[in-house]
């Protein structure tokens, strides 16, 4: 069974920056496609961003393009998530989340889910 721990998540003024971690149990994480999600209050759980295993391609919501960026340190077992030029929009619980194999951008397509950490971005 794999456990993903995020943290970094906390309050932040528009504009500002965040880096997020993920931290990975096991010894196969380099196997895994890793990916950001996140949820607002009385929303849809939504894609943010994702990574292959190797670290080689990334993809982003449109909403977060240019804005955020993914990447993974294999070694450490451990995925990032440097979000930059928040908007009060982001706010939301972000998880991390994995699965084996390639990359997906869907809820339903991962097989392990972090429990959240919480992202507030003030006005």
């Known amino acids: 069974q794999v456990q993903l721990v995020e943290s970094g998540g906390g309050l932040v003024q528009a504009g500002g920056s965040l880096r997020l971690s993920c931290a990975a149990s096991g010894r196969t994480f380099s196997r895994y496609a890793m990916g950001w999600f996140r949820q607002a209050p009385e929303k849809e759980r939504e894609f943010v961003a994702a990574i292959n295993w190797s670290g080689s391609s990334t993809y982003y919501a449109d909403s977060v393009k240019g804005r955020f960026t993914i990447s993974r340190d294999n070694a450490k077992n451990t995925v990032y998530l440097q979000m930059n030029s928040l908007k009060p929009e982001d706010t939301a619980v972000y998880y991390c989340?994995?699965?084996?194999?390639?990359?997906?951008?869907?809820?339903?397509?991962?097989?392990?889910w972090g429990k959240g950490t919480q992202v507030t971005v003030s006005s």
């Open positions: 989340a994995g699965r084996w194999g390639v990359v997906v951008t869907t809820t339903g397509g991962m097989d392990f």
